[in-house]
Every structure is written in C-alpha cells, then in structure tokens.
C-alpha cells in the first residue's frame, strides 16, 4: 500500500476511506484505486473482500474511454452495470459466509461493498439496498454493536415502507433480522412475532418444505429452547432437519444411483453437487450442527434423533466433497448405531453410507 500524495490530487475531489469513509492517506498498490486511512482498515478490507476482487475494481473505478458513437457508449454503460450487478451478488455471498461461519468482522467490508454497489446500480432509496443493510445489521449483532444494528435495520425498514413493489424474500430477510435483534434484547415475545412473520413470508416466496424457509423455524426453536419449552423446540429442530434431509437425500439418491458412472477410467471421481453457493453450505452446518450440539445435551435416551442429524451431516459434507468430515460423522453414526441397536432399516442406511465414503477415491 502506498500514500496518497495530496498534490496530485484533483482539486475539489475527495477521496475516502473504502471502510469508515473517513479522509484517506493511503491507497491500494496492486489497484490504485482504492484508498484507506490507515494500515488497519486496508488489512481488514484486504482479509475480508478485496483479495478477491481487487483487479475487478479497475475498469469499475476508472474514467470511461472515448467512443465514436452513442451505440458504442450505451454498451460500454451496459457492461459496467453487468460488472456492478456481478459484485453485487458476489460480495453479498462472501459476507453472508463470514456471518454463517461466525466471522462477523470480515463480514462487515465485504457488505459494505455490495452496499456500494446496489447503491451505484439501482441509486440511494432502493429496495434493492435491503439486502446488504441488513447483512450489515446481522454482522453489527454479531459484533455485540447493538446500536449500529438497529441504525441499519431502520434504513432497512424505510426502504421496504417506501417500495410498493418489495418481494415476499425482501419481507422476511427483514423480519428474519428484527427477530434476531429482539433475541439478543432479550425480547421474545416481539422476536417471536417478527420471526413468525418471516416464515410466513419465507412460505409465501419458497413454500413451507423449502430449505430458506428452515432458518425461521430453526430460530424460533432456539428462543422456545431459551424458554425452557423444550417440546415446542424439539418439534421445530425436527422439522428444520426433516427439511434437510429431504433436500440433501435428492441429491445423495442421484449421485448413489449412477456412482459407477461418476468413476472415470482414471478413477477419480466426478465433482458432486450440493445445488447450494457457499453462504448457503456455511448456513446448513451452522444449523444443522447446533442442532446436533442441542440432540447430544438433551436427547441422550432417544439415540434415533441424534443419529437422524448426524446423517445428515454425513450427507452434507460427502455432497460437498469433504470426505474427511463425511467420514468422521459417518463413524459417529455407526458407533451409536452399534451401542444403540437401532432398527435394521436404520443400521442399512449407515452401513451404505459409510461404504460409499470409505471406498471413496480422494483426490490428491
């Protein structure tokens, strides 16, 4: 990174921190045109987002070249919106990873990007702007900024009331959010109306079975689980699971049904598919895992609901091509299957399971 000679700055033009927006002294080396105030934010920005997109940043950040005619102008428009829309959705996937992974502080620049981005594209009072405010909110809990996180779900919230043409997806993002905000508050009962309001919203875009409706269910079990009303939560954690099982098994019962033909003369195998980006993985093994963590503290005599998690993360990571995790949980599974002796049914289906994974071949 090297410093901003103020000199050769344009007269009138101010230039800002990429993070906090605050006056910059430095600027990117390998772009040259992205700029810091400190060393600090520049290794944040760089750690979080800019790694990735760094050289993406120049024809987006740089004056546009003379053309010959308005036709050659409007596409060379097009293209640069096309660019934006790209890292639009891209920057929103790696933020919503960090939060999934926990990784509230990467996730912050990586928002704020696409932020920039929406705003750029779609102008300042967007509902587009939404999605990236409230990723912003759910990383600014996360951080314990209690603060910060409401000042984001208000500029949220005034989007959505100004837009009359706002999705049923956008409505329950944002009541998804207001019931995490109330959970850490420690108000229930408001995070439980707004987190029912988002599975209404959730089933009204993608249906009640469908895998982005499951975070509403899997939130709404944690604050009956806070509760102390352990039946209502049980019945929830087990149908986020059954949602999981039942996506995840549509794709393991492809891959398992033609797996002698996903073996090339070479015998690697053939890349699998999960049908999910990375911020949607990251989602399923933080659900699904505290589930698993709940199962294992709670339901010591009913060995059946922790084997059905397990087997599902079992599917989850062989899916995802990480046979040293599919494997770990599949071993997992078939002790307590042994210990437990469960059905027959039960004990085939872990028996395939771990055939499959230990007869795997892995790649180097």
Not at 157 to 164: I, P, R
Not at 198 to 220: M, P, Q, V
Not at 266 to 283: C, I, N, P, S, V
Not at 295 to 321: D, H, N, W
């Amino acid at each position: 990174m090297n410093k901003i000679y103020q000199l050769a700055v344009p007269k009138g033009r101010r230039i800002c921190c990429e993070v906090c927006e605050a006056p910059a002294e430095r600027v990117c080396a390998a772009c040259t045109v992205t700029y810091y105030c400190d060393v600090a934010h520049q290794q944040a920005d760089w750690n979080s987002i800019h790694e990735k997109i760094c050289q993406l940043l120049i024809p987006l950040r740089t004056t546009m070249p003379f053309y010959n005619s308005e036709e050659e102008r409007q596409h060379g428009l097009q293209q640069l919106q096309q660019r934006q829309k790209h890292l639009i959705e891209f920057c929103y996937t790696v933020a919503q990873k960090y939060i999934f992974e926990g990784r509230y502080k990467d996730a912050v620049p990586a928002a704020l990007h696409s932020l920039r981005f929406r705003m750029n594209v779609y102008g300042l009072s967007s509902v587009e702007l939404v999605p990236a405010y409230l990723l912003l909110a759910e990383a600014s809990i996360g951080l314990d900024q209690i603060v910060q996180a409401e000042e984001y779900l208000s500029q949220a919230q005034w989007a959505v009331l100004k837009s009359t043409d706002c999705s049923y997806a956008t409505h329950s993002l944002l009541h998804r959010n207001l019931g995490l905000l109330f959970m850490v508050k420690e108000n229930y009962e408001e995070a439980r109306y707004h987190l029912a309001n988002d599975i209404y919203f959730a089933s009204c875009a993608y249906g009640t079975e469908d895998i982005r409706t499951s975070g509403g269910y899997f939130h709404l079990a944690n604050i009956f689980f806070d509760l102390m009303k352990f039946d209502l939560a049980d019945t929830l954690y087990t149908k986020v699971c059954e949602i999981w099982d039942k996506y995840l098994n549509n794709h393991y019962q492809v891959l398992s049904e033609a797996r002698v033909q996903q073996i090339d003369l070479l015998g690697k195998r053939f890349e699998t598919d999960t049908g999910l980006d990375e911020a949607q993985e990251a989602e399923a093994i933080r659900i699904l895992t505290s589930i698993l963590n709940i199962r294992e503290s709670t339901c010591s005599g009913a060995p059946q609901k922790i084997v059905f998690v397990l087997r599902i993360l079992v599917m989850l990571y062989y899916l995802m091509m990480n046979s040293s995790k599919a494997q770990e949980y599949a071993t997992r599974v078939s002790n307590i299957a042994q210990e437990k002796q469960l059905s027959a049914q039960e004990q085939n289906l872990i028996e395939q399971l771990l055939h499959i994974i230990n007869t795997e071949v892995i790649l180097p």
